[in-house]
């Protein structure tokens, strides 16, 4: 079903099936195949590749080659069927590839809303990704990784399989990340270690002072203290119990299952 609204380019390729909605714009030599929908507003530069099943939100802008949707590059994929979910406003620059998920786990690749991609970055199978993150040219994760919402990666990064990238994160250029960072830490290197905490990052987005010192003891405490992880949990949880924002840091110091950054 396409909507009255859509503009699509006489060069373009829309199979029967795809749901295209109002005004979205699908310019020249763009593939859509038929298990994709494509909400209102979003916009296909040209030469960009679409395979399903795909769902794309609302106001997405997409440029040249990237390629949306692909089966995955996991040899044990068998040709399931399953999904790529893509939120709204994001923008998905030159060359960055998203693969659709496996069976062996949920069966999902999921992006949020607000994201920048810029070039050649790659979202590998099974990942899930959160609001207003930002992946720099060349940033690449493997399968199964999970960023929060608001974390930047440097370019050229690469993120092993199963890490998990807290909330608020900035990695740096060129980062390794083979451990789970955990949340408002600055991080670089190869293999990936621990800076400081974000916090110009977080000053813009609003955190007031208090928490950001409640954040910072709790770095301390966990980095710097020389106190064994179980003992920082401890000294974390005492400050989450006023600041709702170190309890972050401590929910995902518990599920963490490749063990952090240290």
């Known amino acids: 079903m396409i909507d009255q609204t859509a503009q699509i380019h006489p060069t373009a390729v829309v199979e029967a099936g795809a749901v295209i909605g109002a005004n979205v714009k699908i310019g020249p030599f763009c593939y859509v195949d038929g298990k994709v929908e494509i909400g209102e507003g979003t916009e296909l530069m040209s030469h960009v590749v679409v395979k399903g ?5 609302k106001e997405n802008r997409i440029f040249q080659f990237a390629s ?3 089966e995955c590059q996991d040899l044990k994929y068998a040709g ?3 999904q790529l979910i893509i939120g709204d406003r994001n923008t998905i ?3 960055v590839t998203m693969h659709r998920g496996t069976v062996q786990d949920k069966g999902i690749t999921q992006v949020g809303s607000d994201n920048l991609f810029m070039i050649n970055a790659h979202v590998a199978h099974d990942c899930v990704i959160g609001d207003r993150c930002i992946f720099a ?4 994760l493997a ?3 999970t960023v929060g919402n608001q974390a930047i990666i440097g370019g050229m990064s690469a993120i092993h399989q199963f890490c998990q990238i807290g909330d608020h994160c900035m990695l740096g250029g060129g980062s390794i990340v083979v451990q789970d960072v955990p949340p408002y830490v600055m991080a670089q290197g190869n293999h990936c270690e621990p800076f400081g905490i974000n916090v110009e990052g977080l000053k813009r987005r609003g955190f007031e002072k208090k928490a950001i010192h409640a954040i910072r003891r709790a770095y301390k405490s966990l980095y710097r203290s020389g106190l064994t992880l179980e003992q920082a949990k401890e000294a974390i949880a005492a400050e989450a119990q006023e600041f ?4 972050l840091f401590l ?4 599920r963490s299952k490749r063990g952090i950054i240290r």
Do not use: Y
């Open 137 to 140: 040219n060349n940033a690449t």
């Open 68 to 70: 949306i949707g692909e």
């Open 80 to 82: 399931e069927d399953t």
């Open 251 to 254: 929910s995902f110091l518990e």
């Open 53 to 57: 099943p795909t769902k794309i939100g």
């Open 143 to 145: 399968g199964h990784v």
């Open 244 to 247: 709702p924002e170190v309890a």
């Open 93 to 95: 620059r030159e060359s």
